[in-house]
């Protein structure tokens, strides 16, 4: 690495050059770096470009004074703001991936030391990434988390209990708090810091690499190793209840759960673990005894997700009403974290059954709507999942209300990066989700994007869609397949299309039993 004196050398010749090539060269030199990326998604929902600037059309949004399109223009610039952001502060060819202020930390001693947070915040970063045509921005995550592992083994070890000698990856573990230089331990707090399913989350986040682009040799090298060790880690630290089930204990509900045998939380995340490495090792045709145990473990699990007598979605497996856990110093309602939410987002657990979507709206109508900058990024994103648009829309309301600073940045406070990212993310999933092995176009739409357009979204299989809609409903769909394979489209009236190639010939579609269309694509 540099020394210091280097690393002043270097800075400053960056500044040197800039002072005297001038700010127009500076600023093409900067449209040209960046918009090759930011161009290959528009969005149209109806805005203009107004006269005013953003801070005037941030506080006319607030005190209700903003016509309709400046409304959908700042709507429109926060959504894309997100992007830009990403591509600012994550390169492909960048050291390390976006922290807790991005890359704009202004503070000799910040915030939680500008770190990384792995109880929703490292996540949040990167949600948008791969919807929104930039997976290669994600690289820097992949190669951070793939760094855990070696001093993640050591946490494993001491922590848990599970032992790799040299050559060995039986199991690494991370949690709330951790940094580039190894740190992987609980952290100052036992309470929130304790959270090693934070890995299988993050995990996630790599996962999606594979999903978004397809690219098989890169999961086989860099992604399958860490989803392997990771089920692993699991395989050896659950334990049986007393029906005989497997939990991970202890676990802790971020950031306000007791301490217990199991809960919502970590069964998500361990049942979605199990559920990507499965599918993985069958893809590479790989270890055929441990697909065999993961799949037993995963079948085991409690859980993951219990209905309670409010007909809450439980956050945790002892509560009975949807207030129950409150007595025990727990108190859910209105808290920031959803962390019982995530096998609705970003996991693909809660939409596999009806009733658990049902209980999920329960769940979050008990939540409330009040929370700091991320934790409305967090709630766009999930009411987007229960298809509730126009209560999604109220979140992005919302967060310019109590979230947002005059230059757009994201308020927790102080300035934390990830609401950004989380509102990108969720305008995304109001728009298209593909999590469930098919694209769903506008699941989430809310009334007043009646009119619009979008260009560039990318869907899991490499599917790139363009579509246009009037009045809610969708007008014309282009979907560019790069990778090939079967589209299959769920959208208001789908059955009724025409689908065409790019040529204009006839494609035959068959109809799913559920008012889907399929078809083949090259």
Not at 444 to 465: K, Q, T
Request: with cysteine.
């Amino acid at each position: 690495g540099e020394t210091d004196a280097e690393l002043a050398e270097r800075v400053q010749a960056d500044v040197l050059t800039a002072a005297l090539s001038g700010y127009e060269a500076v600023k093409e030199s900067h449209l040209a770096d960046y918009q090759g990326l930011f161009n290959r998604l528009s969005l149209d929902i109806g805005q203009t470009v107004s006269e005013k600037t953003t801070d005037q059309l941030l506080a006319a949004y607030k005190n209700g004074s903003a016509s309709e399109a400046e409304k959908r223009q700042l709507e429109g610039m926060l959504f894309q703001y997100g992007r830009y952001l990403t591509i600012a502060s994550s390169r492909e060819d960048s050291q390390l991936p976006s922290n807790l202020q991005g890359v704009w930390n202004y503070m000799n001693n910040p915030p939680w030391s500008s770190d990384y947070h792995m109880n929703v915040n490292l996540q949040m970063n990167y949600w948008p990434t791969y919807s929104t045509n930039l997976a290669e921005c994600a690289l820097p995550l992949i190669d951070y988390v793939d760094s855990l592992r070696e001093p993640g083994r050591i946490t494993a070890a001491i922590y848990n209990g599970v032992s790799s000698g040299e050559g060995e990856a039986n199991g690494f573990s991370a949690h709330t708090q951790n940094t580039p230089f190894g740190w992987t331990c609980p952290g100052w707090s036992f309470d929130w810091g304790w959270s090693p399913a934070a890995v299988p989350w993050i995990i996630q986040n790599c996962w999606e690499y594979y999903e978004y682009t397809g690219d098989v040799e890169f999961m086989r090298e860099y992604i399958y190793p860490m989803l392997k060790e990771e089920a692993l880690f699991y395989d050896a630290t659950m334990v049986r209840d007393a029906d005989g089930k497997l939990v991970s204990a202890p676990s802790y509900s971020p950031e306000h759960g007791p301490r217990t045998a199991g809960n919502t939380y970590e069964q998500s995340l361990v049942w979605q673990l199990y559920e990507d490495v499965v599918i993985a090792a069958e893809t590479l045709d790989q270890d055929p005894e441990l697909v065999a145990q993961w799949k037993a473990n995963q079948a085991n699990l409690k859980g993951p997700i219990e209905v309670g007598d409010s007909g809450q979605l439980k956050e945790w497996y002892e509560e009975t009403t949807i207030d129950s856990m409150n007595s025990q110093g727990a108190d859910a309602s209105g808290h920031r974290h959803l962390s019982h939410m995530l096998g609705l987002f970003p996991g693909d657990l809660v939409q596999r059954n009806p009733e658990w979507v049902a209980a999920a709206k329960v769940s979050m109508d008990y939540r409330t709507d009040n929370s700091t900058g991320w934790g409305m990024g967090q709630r766009i994103n999930t009411w987007a999942r229960l298809g509730e648009g126009n209560k999604a829309h109220e979140l992005i309301g919302n967060l310019f209300k109590g979230g947002i600073y005059p230059n757009l940045w994201d308020s927790h406070a102080p300035f934390q990066i990830d609401g950004n990212f989380g509102m990108t993310s969720g305008v995304a999933e109001m728009l298209m989700q593909s999590n469930m092995g098919f694209i769903n176009l506008l699941p989430a739409l809310p009334d007043v994007w009646a009119e619009g357009s979008v260009n560039g979204l990318v869907a899991r299989g490499n599917f790139e869609i363009a579509m246009t809609w009037t009045k809610g409903g969708i007008t014309e769909a282009t979907i560019l397949s790069n990778n090939g394979g079967e589209a299959v489209i769920l959208a208001d009236n789908v059955t009724l299309a025409t689908v065409t190639d790019g040529s204009g010939n006839a494609v035959d579609f068959t109809v799913t039993e559920d008012g889907k269309i399929s078809f083949d694509t090259v």
